[in-house]
């Protein structure tokens, strides 16, 4: 990001482009090096993108990438500026699920592993897309995505609910809802349209009016409340 423009233009759809290619045959070299471009452009530990093996990338299904899409929408749906679904914030989240971004390749805590267990992989960390994917499955009776819209949002709402009630701090959707958020505030249009972005940050401005209606500044997105 220079200091006197947004974040670059493309930037999103450059990360798209590679993550197609990964699916058809890029070579996996290749690809982690391009990740890890991408990821110290928005600012992603580097840790973050490393490969520890070729599983590291696990198998995502059709569905399930439509799923998380479509979960991502609901979480930040559009207004005046684009949704999550629209700036492909879903494929960000495969991508961080996999490489263990919000502690998501953490071994779960033992008094979490029971109702999870068909979940975990051998390491005991979750696999957390196939749970979602079951979990909302089994409220609505059926795929998340054969659901009308606003089912989907009934279902999703149900489900934040419960993560965000009390003594549930390791509940997996916080994982994926933080996930969803940083993905979204990190793209062109979250950082600089949907918050407000100052090019030349560290300027004092000591008394500033605040109206309801202020958007908040990418600097400071981690401040917003989200309910």
């Known amino acids: ?16 482009v590679m993550t ?3 699916a058809t045959g890029m070579r996996r070299r290749e690809f982690a090096g391009g990740l890890a471009l991408w990821s110290l452009a928005l600012g992603i530990p580097a840790a973050a993108v490393q490969f520890s093996n070729p599983e590291d990338l696990e198998a995502t299904s059709d569905l ?20 999550a679904g629209e700036l492909g914030v879903g494929d960000f989240v495969i991508v961080a699920l996999a490489h263990g971004l919000e502690g998501s390749r953490t071994p ?5 592993v029971s109702a999870l267990t ?27 995505m054969t659901f009308s819209p606003q ?13 965000f009630g009390q003594d549930r701090p390791h509940h997996p ?6 996930l969803i958020l940083t993905g979204y505030y990190t793209t062109e249009v979250g950082g600089s349209q949907e918050l407000g972005y100052e090019p030349v940050p560290g300027r004092w401005d000591p008394d500033l009016p ?6 908040a500044f990418s600097s400071d997105w981690t401040a917003l409340d989200f309910g």
């Open 210 to 215: 605040i109206n309801q209606d202020d958007r």
């Open 1 to 16: 990001m220079n200091g006197d423009s947004a974040p670059e233009v493309g930037l999103w759809e450059k990360y798209r």
């Open 108 to 112: 779960l805590a033992t008094g979490d």
């Open 20 to 22: 197609q290619n990964a």
């Open 173 to 178: 959707w916080r994982t994926i809802k933080a």
């Open 151 to 163: 089912r989907r949002k009934t279902l999703l709402k149900a489900l934040d609910s419960e993560a």
């Open 64 to 83: 399930q990438r439509q799923m998380i899409a479509g979960v991502s929408d609901i979480v930040i749906p559009r207004t005046d500026t684009p949704g």
């Open 118 to 144: 068909p979940f975990t992989r051998p390491d005991g960390s979750l696999r957390h897309l196939q749970w979602l994917e079951h979990d909302l499955g089994i409220r609505g009776s059926g795929h998340f």
